[in-house]
């Protein structure tokens, strides 16, 4: 029995979106295929090949049909990506000019990938790639026919065979329609005013934290961190950074989190209240994480999973980061 070849598009919008105006995009996308999925801030991803048949289109066909009710209806131009996966796809739609489609076609994805600069797969960091190049790799098409344990002794085991996978435009993800929560809270308000700086940090720390845990437990992961600091007089001052690359790891949000608060230098400042927010939120199996090479933060990751079971078991408080302890 033969599986129907996938046909998948990426599109950039060019357009600074409200939560609204991005809302109203899926919702047209919805209207081309019902496999849409958001891909936040500015970019959407379609499932097409259910569309073929009630179209009468080729994929290409209906990709231009759908940045044309784009520009007409929303006034928003994007540039697209079009091939038999995800990752493909948005990697074609990242080649594309404003205004341009780049179609990857079966059987055309190595020869598409081969010459391309490594740091162009998702996932790829700076550290990675200058390990890579140390070694003379610097296109796709080399990692791609490098043997696996030649790769293995440069990466490790796991990163070299996620490495090797996407060199070879291998990816099964699937567009996922449901949409995750837009965004998750959570706050800390004082009893008294507090004007105590490793305080400030303490709790700071603790919330990050807590936002790791939640977003963990909803299998999630956040794009962006905001920090609110709410103080005696009842003003307030809001910080946001975009993170890295997409996560859910606490030391990582715990680190944007004290970057923020350090920035503000509250010094002597009397604080009230803090809240910590997190959107931009993805499903945690759908996006790449960049390739580390330091075991540290394999091992750092493992004992974190292993805190959650412990908090799940013998409730919230079984498990706390050795700096929140009494």
């Given amino acids: 029995m033969s599986t129907r070849q996938r046909h998948i598009a990426h599109l950039h919008l060019h ?9 109203d995009i899926i919702e047209l996308m919805s ?4 496999h849409v999925q958001a891909v ?8 097409l090949t259910s569309a073929l048949r009630y179209f009468d289109l080729s994929p290409y066909d ?5 940045k044309l009710r784009l520009k007409a209806l929303y006034d928003i131009d994007s540039s697209a990506g079009l091939a038999n996966n995800r990752m493909l796809a948005a990697m074609a739609a990242d080649a594309s000019a404003p205004g341009d489609t780049t179609w990857i076609r079966d059987g055309q994805a190595a020869a598409w990938l081969h010459s391309r600069p490594v740091t162009t797969l998702p996932g790829i960091g700076r550290a990675t790639a200058d390990t890579l190049a140390k070694y003379g790799l610097h296109t796709i098409g080399q990692i791609a026919d490098i043997p696996a344990a030649t790769l ?7 990163s070299a065979r996620r490495l090797a996978k996407r060199a070879r435009g291998h990816d099964p993800r699937p567009v996922t329609p449901s949409e995750p929560a837009a965004h998750l809270v959570t706050d800390l308000v004082l009893e008294r005013d507090c004007l105590d700086p ?3 940090h303490r709790a700071v720390l603790g919330l990050a934290d807590q936002i790791g845990q939640r977003l963990r437990g909803e299998s999630q992961i956040a794009r962006r961190l905001s920090l609110t600091v709410r103080y005696a007089d009842h003003s307030s001052t809001t910080r ?3 993170l890295p690359e997409p996560t859910n790891h606490s030391p990582a949000l715990a680190a944007a989190a004290l970057g923020l608060l350090t920035a503000l230098g509250l010094q002597r400042a009397r604080v009230r209240a803090f809240t910590i927010r ?5 499903p945690a199996g759908s996006a790449y994480w960049q390739l580390s090479l330091d075991p540290g933060d394999a091992r750092a990751r493992a004992a974190e999973a292993a805190a959650d079971r412990a908090r799940r078991r013998f409730g919230p408080e079984a498990v706390r980061p050795a700096a929140l302890a009494d």
């Fill in 152 to 158: 293995q002794r440069l990466l490790g085991v796991g």
């Fill in 198 to 200: 490793a305080w400030h």
């Fill in 62 to 66: 209906i990709v231009q049909m759908t």
């Fill in 15 to 23: 357009a600074a979106l409200t939560e609204d105006q991005y809302g």
């Fill in 40 to 47: 936040p801030p500015d970019a959407v991803q379609l499932d």
């Fill in 278 to 282: 997190v959107d931009s939120l993805l």
């Fill in 240 to 242: 946001t950074r975009t």
């Fill in 31 to 34: 209207g081309v295929t019902p």
